[in-house]
């Protein structure tokens, strides 16, 4: 093959072209790596590589939650069909099948936090219709709406699906809340589907990656209070800190839950209401 040179129209080259030149330039071609140009995308293989990807399959023992908003009802009833319809399909029971009304999307993050907290919720589904108005009412909303739902899930670290459709027209959004079977894939399939049945299979997928996934422990309030009442300062002076009421031991835990102080924070404040250098 003709090396390339940075003035070269690269768009002319195929795939495995386009990556077989870029791994002789960093000497990392090798039999470990094919190319597959009849599937018009490269497939990669590394024998040292670790590789999770969940499966859209029946999940363990526990229930998920599909969170509805009531407004625009007859557009999230169809999606709440759709996801009710795919997870029956991957044989998640009945019983294990939580639904929530809440009055609007807005109310939805609320909801979520709130029902994340049950040990036996295994994922979060929300759904909702966000349909553009004559105002900029619609952006605030859907703003708020995913990155609260994003700091929920990383928050409990489970996984609660942004299902909310954002729509400039009812079209729109009867386009994407009508056929439950449909290709994800938009370049095989350009029908928008059923985003419900596709938020259900998103957390099929999420709880089984969750599985699959090495588990890394976070250390809980009450940890960081003992490692605080038993370390050392950068003086070398071990400074115990024993907590003169429940009040003030509550104060701590809150500070360290929310994220808006650290230990160190937290230790120099208590020290210096007690006076202490």
Not at 150 to 163: D, H, L
């Given at each position: 093959m003709k090396p390339m040179t940075k003035t070269e129209n690269t768009e002319k080259c195929s795939v495995s072209e386009k990556l077989s030149y870029c791994c002789k330039q960093e000497n990392r071609l090798d039999k470990d790596r094919c190319f597959d140009d009849n599937a018009k995308s490269s497939i990669v293989t590394r024998k040292n590589m670790q590789v999770f990807e969940g499966r859209i399959c029946p999940p363990p023992e526990g229930n998920i939650t599909i969170i509805v908003s009531r407004f625009n009802k007859t557009i999230t009833q169809r999606l709440l069909d759709g996801a009710a319809v795919k997870l029956r399909q991957h044989g998640v029971h009945e019983n294990d099948i939580r639904i929530v009304w809440v009055p609007g999307a807005y109310e939805l993050p609320f909801a979520a936090d709130y029902l994340c907290r049950d040990p036996q919720c295994l994922a979060v589904i929300c759904l909702g219709a966000v349909i553009k108005g004559e105002t900029s009412h619609d952006q605030h909303i859907n703003r708020y709406v995913s990155m609260t739902l994003?700091?929920?899930?990383?928050?409990?670290?489970?996984?609660?699906?942004?299902?909310v459709i954002t729509c400039d027209s009812i079209e729109q959004a009867n386009a994407r809340s009508g056929i439950i079977e449909s290709v994800k894939d938009k370049s095989v399939n350009?029908?928008?589907?059923?985003?419900?049945?596709?938020?259900?299979?998103?957390?099929?997928?999420?709880?089984?990656?969750?599985?699959?996934?090495?588990?890394?422990?976070?250390?809980?309030?009450?940890?960081?209070?003992?490692?605080?009442?038993?370390?050392?300062?950068?003086?070398?002076?071990?400074?115990?800190?024993?907590?003169?009421?429940?009040?003030?031991?509550?104060?701590?835990?809150?500070?360290?839950?929310?994220?808006?102080?650290?230990?160190?924070?937290?230790?120099?404040?208590?020290?210096?209401?007690?006076?202490?250098?």
């Open positions: 994003g700091e929920i899930s990383r928050r409990f670290r489970k996984p609660v699906i942004f299902g350009p029908a928008p589907g059923n985003k419900g049945a596709e938020a259900a299979e998103a957390a099929l997928e999420m709880i089984d990656l969750m599985d699959e996934l090495p588990f890394y422990k976070e250390p809980s309030p009450m940890d960081m209070i003992a490692e605080m009442m038993n370390s050392d300062d950068d003086d070398g002076d071990n400074d115990q800190l024993p907590f003169h009421s429940i009040n003030e031991l509550k104060t701590v835990v809150q500070q360290l839950n929310s994220g808006k102080k650290t230990k160190k924070a937290v230790k120099k404040t208590t020290k210096k209401k007690r006076g202490q250098k």
